[in-house]
């Protein structure tokens, strides 16, 4: 076997051909860039799916921070004394009041609201989630003002467009894609 000088360095084998694969194996340019594309996919994936999981908490939060102080108006007779005609809020009035805090994050138009009353001493609400079909079913739902001492309960529904396929996927079952958000109160109102 003849030695030849190859750059800097004498070589024995030098009548051989270097074998390419393990050329590549030994050259360490480029690996950056070639693990940020292997992993630059599913950090994304999740960086994304936090942001979104964390903005239907938010929607969450707002809606029952809304239910609750409309439930409030509603409990303590402010909503049936008040109104353009102070003859009590009406289906428009109570659903502004509503929007007046959600409207920043949800759009009010797509707002579902059922606020009925069930007697004196009748608690027994319901506590399901109207579907028809895998849908909300908005059939039975209406407006009306309870008088003193009725139990009372207000529901507000809210269907949340989720951006992330694989999350429309996997966290709900509305043949839209879309979340529903539910925020309720039941209570029994004052004697005004």
């Known amino acids: 076997m003849a030695s030849r000088w190859i750059g800097t360095r004498w070589r024995r084998d030098a009548g051989r051909r270097p074998a390419r694969i393990g050329l590549f ?27 979104e ?15 609750e102080r409309a439930a409030r108006q509603v409990r303590t007779g402010e909503s049936q004394k008040g109104g353009a005609t102070k003859t009590g ?17 949800l759009d009010c138009s797509k707002l579902q609201i059922d606020l009925r009353s069930f007697g004196e001493n009748n608690y027994d609400v319901p506590t399901n989630v109207p579907m028809k079909n895998g849908d909300l079913d908005t059939t039975g739902f209406g407006y009306a003002l309870p008088s003193g001492q009725r139990v009372t309960q207000l529901r507000v529904y809210y269907k949340w467009p989720l951006l992330l396929d694989f999350m429309r996927k996997s966290f709900t079952t ?16 004052e004697p005004f």
């Open 89 to 105: 809020l009406t289906s428009a009035e109570f659903r502004t009041a509503i929007c007046k805090d959600v409207s920043f994050l």
């Open 174 to 189: 509305m043949p839209d894609g879309t979340f529903l958000i539910v925020s309720t109160a039941a209570f029994k109102t």
């Open 25 to 51: 194996g030994r050259d360490r340019r480029g690996v950056a860039a070639i693990e940020f594309a292997l992993l630059a996919f599913p950090f994304f994936m999740i960086v994304f799916a936090t942001l």
């Open 53 to 67: 999981t964390a903005m239907v908490f938010m929607a969450e939060l707002t809606l029952d921070s809304a239910v």
